[in-house]
């Protein structure tokens, strides 16, 4: 059974009301399948309309992208 423990939430810029909620899943597709970080994205402050699972094996290249963009904007 998967638990999901919210690790932080932000304000998502350019809205009124979104945010976007970042968790750890655990057993997110079923016994002995490893965590998960799922980020979803809220318009409204509550329905998620988008979600991203990443796995943890896969997190530090996901973040060394969103750098690259981030760098290349600035």
């Known amino acids: 059974m998967s638990t999901i423990t919210e690790?932080?939430?932000?304000?998502?810029a350019g809205t009124k009301k979104g945010k976007i909620s970042i968790?750890?899943?655990?057993?997110?597709?079923?016994?002995?399948?490893?965590?998960?970080?799922?980020i979803g994205i809220s318009l409204n402050g509550q329905d998620i309309q988008w979600k991203s699972n990443i796995t943890y094996e896969n997190l530090e290249h996901v973040i060394a992208i969103l750098q690259k963009a981030l760098d290349s904007k600035k």
């Open 7 to 12: 690790l932080g939430t932000l304000v998502l």
């Open 23 to 38: 968790s750890n899943v655990t057993e997110p597709y079923g016994k002995d399948t490893s965590d998960i970080v799922s």
